[in-house]
């Protein structure tokens, strides 16, 4: 079973900045994409920046030109910058190598508020 764990979330106010990570249990070697969603309260999940396997990004138009996805080994990374109260979700990273292999880590609280 492969497993996602999430750290980096917190308190912040708007403007600053936060880096959410995202440790994979098992090597990536081969995923599809990997990729960060979040979730706030009534809302649906929406996808916030994915990364593929050749490297192409690909972020909703909402974050664009404020946060940035990268990986690294077995970790995929989210910076967050100029962050504003509506960024305000819970952050869950996913990782997909393929049809029936796709795997969610619990969330992080990301919360933006003077």
């Known amino acids: 079973q492969v497993q996602l764990v999430e750290s980096g979330g917190g308190l912040v106010q708007p403007g600053g900045s936060l880096r959410l990570s995202c440790v994979v249990s098992?090597?990536?070697?081969?995923?599809?994409?990997m990729g960060w969603y979040r979730q706030a309260p009534g809302k649906q999940r929406e996808l916030v920046a994915t990364?593929?396997?050749?490297?192409n990004t690909n972020y909703a138009d909402s974050v664009k030109g404020r946060f940035t996805i990268s990986n690294a080994k077995n970790t995929v990374y989210l910076q967050m910058n100029s962050l504003k109260p509506e960024d305000t979700a819970v952050y869950y990273c996913?990782?997909?190598?393929?049809?029936?292999?796709?795997?969610w880590g619990q969330g992080t609280q990301v919360t933006v508020s003077s």
């Open positions: 098992r090597s990536i070697f081969g995923f599809g994409t």
């Open positions: 990364v593929t396997n050749g490297g």
């Open positions: 996913n990782v997909n190598f393929g049809p029936l292999k796709n795997y």
